[in-house]
């Protein structure tokens, strides 16, 4: 406005905006990499241009248990509905040409000048209230078959056995989705980041896992995969390429005792992807980590699965898991609240290749790291020593009670001398 009314000449205007602009540095955020498992365990990945869509209806109890719950109950409800009302319009259409619809007709098997079909149905309403009688077992007593019309016998048993199928897959389909093996999955926790610190002289890439449930997971097994961009020799750009990881377990069989939270490690050696990376590298890698717990379910029998991801930014370096499980008078209690409580320990930074052709990498952090706590721990004696003596110090000054007197001293002479005590 100002240079608009040519009191501010225009070139002083733009050249301090320039260089205001100039001195606020500029931070472009990183491009967020996609993940291909999501936190939760979901798959990150959406299907596209599938020409083939007749296959999905060819395995159809399937895809309706795929389905989300507002659908399903959409078609749980229509699917009875429909049904209603189809079989309401053949036994109208039954009546209707038999002659049931004169209203002089008694609504009674008794009578002697004309038997029904279906005694009481003399409208499409009564046809349908009819067709719910029918089929989902609900009689009043009002309108009832007779053996007048054959027709009417057989739409009868149509109807129930059309209904007994449509109860058995809706049934069956509501009792799958509450049943599901990822329902159990939700109980199965993972840390929310994972660490590599040294462990027995290696580097080793760990994690947490939990069971929140006291019923367990029988024959929990873990594994890992390492998801990334890989181009090979020939040329061809692998987007997803998956390599597995050994774990460490000390148990033949790989599967592990889930009782209490556990930490997962993995060895990085010679036959791990993680082997050439360097604690500076690893910011730069763009890799993932899936992690994979199958195990069957105690109560159900259901073979289950939980899944989670550890990217680059989610890996601490130099860190460690912190103890959880204490026993307290005679039980092992598990505090969750420290979960995913990391603590800082001393690790050599650079990657295991360098470690293992450099044994004296890892005598020389450790040693450093001795140095620090022991010069934290003079430090931190030295400040208390010195808060102390400021506390003291200070109280003498308030408090004049604290303060010794002076006391005299008289000689023989008669000299009086003074002397603090």
Known sequence: MLARKSIIPEEYVLARIAAENLRKPRIRDRPRKARFIAKNGACNLAHKNIREQG???????????????????????????????LFAMMWWLVAFAHGDMDPSIECTTNSTKWTPCVTCVRSFTSAFLFSIEVQVTIGFGGRMMTEECPLAITVLILQNIVGLIINAVMLGCIFMKTAQAHRR???????????????????CFMFRVGDLRKSMIISASVRIQVVRKTTTPEGEVIPIHQVDIPVDNP??????????????????????????????????????LIVILEGVVETTGITTQARTSYIAEEILWGHRF??????????????????????????????????????????????????????????????????????????????????????????????QSASET
Not at 73 to 78: A, G, K, Q, S, Y
Not at 263 to 275: E, F, G, N, Q, W
Request: charged share 25%.
């Open 185 to 203: 999955a939700e109980t199965l926790i993972f840390s929310r980041q994972a660490v590599i610190a040294v462990r027995n002289g290696k580097l």
């Open 251 to 288: 148990i033949e069989s790989n599967n592990i005792f889930l009782v209490a939270p556990l930490i997962i490690c993995h060895v990085i050696d010679k036959r791990s992807p993680l082997y050439d990376i360097s604690a500076a590298d690893l910011a730069l890698q763009d890799l993932e």
């Open 322 to 415: 912190v103890p959880i499980v204490t026993e307290e008078e005679g039980v092992y209690a598990v505090d969750y609240s420290k979960f995913g409580n990391t603590v800082k320990v001393a690790a050599p930074r650079c990657s295991a290749r360098e470690l293992d052709e450099k044994p004296s990498i890892l005598i020389q952090t450790l040693q450093k790291s001795e140095l620090s706590h022991q010069n934290s721990l003079r430090k931190r004696n030295s400040m208390r020593r010195n808060n102390s003596i400021r506390r003291s110090n200070s109280m003498r000054r308030t408090n004049p009670s604290l303060i010794v007197p002076k006391v005299q001293f008289i000689t023989p002479e008669g000299n």
């Open 55 to 85: 296959r999905f209806l060819q395995d159809i109890f399937t895809t309706l248990v795929d389905l989300k719950w507002r659908h399903t109950l959409v078609i749980f409800t229509m699917s009875f509905l429909c049904s209603w009302l």
